[in-house]
């Protein structure tokens, strides 16, 4: 059926249903206006005229997130669409990277291992990634340094491609911050399929003061290459969130790893001199204390 036949019949089909209550009410026939041309889809609505399109593109130039791009309908724009779909790809891309063998080595760190047989189990079964297998925990024993102020240790975490991208420079950094601010620290080790609760058992083996393990972050829509620093004092096993603190979204579009580096050893000054870190260092500020009532 053609678009004139279609067209034609819908305007009879309402022909008719007039025509028959004009018969049961008595009332004058109504006018039957010609019907618009179909459309075929949602049109693209501009957005409205900006009062500084100068700030508005400064405003653009500040985030990479998505701002003032319009819509067709209640949909994406198809350009905001793709790119949707591209940064999806690069979160499941970066969450099924691996490092390769040998390249901890080639950083000058010491490789170990979880007991996560592969992979896949170590996306499935979390737990086997929070714990060394056996052969690493006797290097661990073997080859790390002992009864130092830090343990540095990388992990792959959940992208394995921002380690590799950008934990070199981050490793580096960590180290040249914390030397200089009087830690002594440990020759830095890799731990594949790493979940961030390794470090517990790694620094409860090297005896170290403190551990800071680096991994790959979750990804979020294109953020694949994002690092996260995890610190903790006075390691323990099962030690609790709580007592840890968090310095993420590090990579060149967030946190520059030399700014996050230096964060760190600021916040390894403070959490040493509180004798802790996590709800220890904000049981000072009042923003943390608990609720007080006088009932």
Not at 50 to 71: C, D, F, M
Not at 242 to 255: P, Q, T, Y
């Amino acid at each position: 059926m053609t678009e004139a036949e279609l067209r034609a019949l819908v305007a009879e089909v309402v022909r008719e249903v007039v025509k028959s209550g004009e018969a049961s009410s008595g009332e004058g026939r109504p006018v039957v206006r010609e019907a618009e041309p179909l459309r075929r889809g949602p049109h693209h609505r501009p957005l409205p005229a900006p009062r500084s399109p100068e700030a508005l593109e400064q405003l653009k130039a500040s985030t990479p997130s998505r701002i003032v791009t319009g819509r067709t309908g209640t949909r994406y724009l198809t350009r905001s669409y793709l790119g949707l779909r591209a940064d999806h790809a690069i979160a499941l891309d970066a969450v099924e990277s691996e490092i390769a063998d040998g390249w901890a080595e080639q950083q000058g760190w010491v490789p170990l291992r979880t007991r996560a047989k592969d992979h896949a189990e170590f996306l499935l079964h979390p737990d086997q990634g929070r714990s060394l297998d056996e052969a690493s925990r006797q290097r661990c024993e073997k080859d790390g340094q002992r009864g130092l102020d830090v343990q540095l240790i990388a992990g792959d975490g959940l992208s394995a491609e921002a380690l590799r991208v950008n934990g070199p420079a981050l490793m580096k950094a960590l180290h040249h911050h914390l030397t200089g601010a009087g830690f002594r620290v440990g020759t830095p080790l890799f731990v594949k399929f790493a979940r961030i609760a390794v470090q517990d058992e790694i620094g409860v083996i090297t005896q170290a003061k403190a551990t800071i393990i680096v991994v790959g972050e979750r990804p979020g829509l294109g953020t694949g290459d994002s690092l996260s620093i995890y610190t903790a004092y006075g390691p323990k096993l099962g030690q609790d969130n709580a007592e840890k603190d968090c310095i993420s979204n590090v990579r060149d579009l967030g946190f520059a790893p030399e700014r996050a580096a230096a964060r760190c050893a600021a916040l390894m000054r403070e959490t040493f001199a509180a004798g802790g870190g996590g709800v220890k260092l904000t049981g000072a500020d009042p923003a943390f204390r608990p609720h007080q009532s006088n009932h």
